[in-house]
């Protein structure tokens, strides 16, 4: 299983080179509208994260259990669409759910300012002054989006393996390149590493989900973490009670797995709504 992921600047012709890439290499195309389709498959309304989609949340948004539901069910929902086969996913923060899986490519697309305003122009019939406000508030929510959810620079070229400017190259040569990077990267070997990791990833939301969302067990900051046959639990919560329910529920969706708990203990401890 191959995973590709391509982050990029508004008008740098990001759907555009990765359907080409799909295309190419017979992926799967994984964009925002397939990962709303999996998440309202979940029963929740996609409307309901409309706020937090590649943008930085409101003071109040950011209080709210909203935004934790949106990346536990965004992570879910990328997870999910890796079960289904190799795949180029596009956007949504992608590269950084996958960050250190072996096996995986991130790709980031730019163009020079003036042709991603002539581009803009074009597509929303407008004038250069607005096409830059476009251009301006798309890179403002998406350097937020990525600073609050992820703690990183969006447009920092170290956080990828390969930066292309579609202000020079088509999409077919982008998916070109990018091809010839897949052939070095995609070993039998990496492949093999690459669905060990994805396994213990999708465990991990599994087994979160099922303390969370579907026991409703009061976790404060749940992490869960997968390596080889044992899962670690990390939170905060108010009583041993609560710890020794959690280990439980997570024993029921963890197979045969070993699970410890590393879940500390604070008295009359809560958090705002």
């Not at 965004?74 to 890796?82: D, F, G, H, M, R």
């Not at 990183?152 to 990077?181: M, Q």
Request: charged letters at 25%; glycine letters at 6%.
């Amino acid at each position: 299983m191959a995973i590709i992921t391509v982050s990029r600047e508004l008008a740098a012709l990001g759907d555009e080179t990765a359907q080409e890439l799909a295309k190419l290499l017979g992926y799967r195309f994984v964009d925002k509208n397939a990962l709303q389709e999996r998440i309202k498959s979940y029963g929740i309304e996609g409307q309901k994260f409309q706020k937090y989609d590649e943008r930085k949340p409101s003071f109040l948004a950011s209080l709210s259990q909203d935004r934790d539901d949106y990346l536990h069910y965004l992570k879910t929902a990328i997870y999910a669409e890796t079960e289904q086969g190799s795949s180029v996913f596009i956007g949504r923060g992608a590269s950084l759910v996958f960050k250190n899986v072996p096996g995986v490519i991130s790709v980031f697309l730019v163009a020079p300012l003036e042709i991603r305003i002539e581009r803009v122009k074009n597509y929303f019939h407008c004038d250069e002054k607005r096409a830059k406000q476009i251009i301006e508030r798309s890179d403002q929510d998406r350097i937020g989006f990525h600073r609050y959810f992820f703690d990183i620079e969006w447009k920092d070229p170290g956080n990828y393996h390969l930066s292309l400017n579609t202000g020079i190259f088509h999409p077919s040569v982008c998916a070109e390149i990018i091809k010839r990077l897949q052939e070095h990267i995609f070993t039998p070997e990496a492949e093999a590493q690459n669905a060990a990791r994805l396994k213990e990833l999708i465990l991990e939301q599994q087994v979160k989900h099922h303390i969370i969302y579907e026991r409703e067990i009061p976790i404060h900051f749940l992490e869960t973490s997968v390596s080889g046959n044992v899962v670690t639990l990390y939170g905060v919560a108010n009583s041993q009670a609560l710890i020794e329910a959690a280990l439980n529920a997570a024993r029921e969706s963890a197979g045969s797995a070993t699970v410890q708990s590393e879940i500390q203990i604070v008295r009359e401890y809560s958090v705002m709504p």
